[in-house]
Each structure stands twice: as structure tokens, then as C-alpha cells.
Nanobody
Framework: QQQLVESGGGLVQAGGSLRLSCTAS????????MGWFRQAPGKQRDFVAAITGSSGFTFSGDSMKGRFTISRDNAKNTVYLQMNSLKPEDTAVYYC?????????????????WGQGTQVTVSS
């Protein structure tokens, strides 16, 4: 079982950067694929990026490629999301999630554990 806590959100101007962190408290963190999702008010939860446990393979949503980078530090039980060139449309609550299941990592229903979310607001 994993308990996930996100941090690093905040208010930033368009073109700026933020780095989100998600720290897990459970054991065997390195076995989990970790994902980042985001949800804007009135919209569905969208996939941002995912990273597998041991191999560190990454997979990103099309609109984030080249701007967002997911990484992890298994020694610290932490996954990161580096966000550059932020746009107002990136404004959302960002969630991290964990799963032991393989497959379509862009699907929220694949993930078993979720953090509480951290707000990212990008001003124009």
C-alpha cells in the first residue's frame, strides 16, 4: 500500500517553471509505476506523464512533450514532475498516482493509489 503526498504547486507566470514532488510512504516504491494527472475545474482528469519502477521508462501526454519531464528517485521514494514553459491552460490540480499494473498508463482507472493533489495556477 502507498500513501502519496504531493508538493511544489503554486502560482507562476506564463513561461515560468515549477517542479512538483510526490513522496510515497509505502514499501517497495521502486516496484510501482508512478503517474501524474491533472484536473481543471469542470473537466475530466487528464494524463500528464508516467514512469515505470525499475527501468524508468517514461511516457508523456502529447501536449506536455518537450515541456514536462517526469523522473524519480527510488532511494527517496519520490517522483518529480518538472514543468517548463508553463501556459495558462496548464492551470489545474495535479495528482500523482501509483500502480503495480502494467498496460495503459494514461488511464486513471489503472492506478490504485492517489495523492490529495496540489494546485498549479499559471497567470497570463
Amino acid at each position: 500500500q502507498q500513501q502519496l503526498v504531493e508538493s511544489g504547486g503554486g502560482l507562476v507566470q506564463a513561461g515560468g517553471s515549477l517542479r512538483l514532488s510526490c513522496t510515497a510512504s509505502g514499501r517497495t516504491f521502486s516496484s510501482y509505476t508512478m503517474g501524474w494527472f491533472r484536473q481543471a475545474p469542470g473537466k475530466q482528469r487528464d494524463f500528464v506523464a508516467a514512469i515505470t519502477g525499475s527501468s524508468g521508462f517514461t511516457f508523456s501526454g502529447d501536449s506536455m512533450k518537450g515541456r514536462f519531464t517526469i523522473s524519480r528517485d527510488n532511494a527517496k521514494n519520490t517522483v518529480y514532475l518538472q514543468m517548463n514553459s508553463l501556459k495558462p491552460e496548464d492551470t489545474a490540480v495535479y495528482y500523482c498516482a501509483a500502480t503495480l499494473r502494467g498496460g495503459m498508463w494514461f488511464r486513471p482507472d489503472l492506478y490504485d493509489y492517489w495523492g490529495q493533489g496540489t494546485q498549479v495556477t499559471v497567470s497570463s
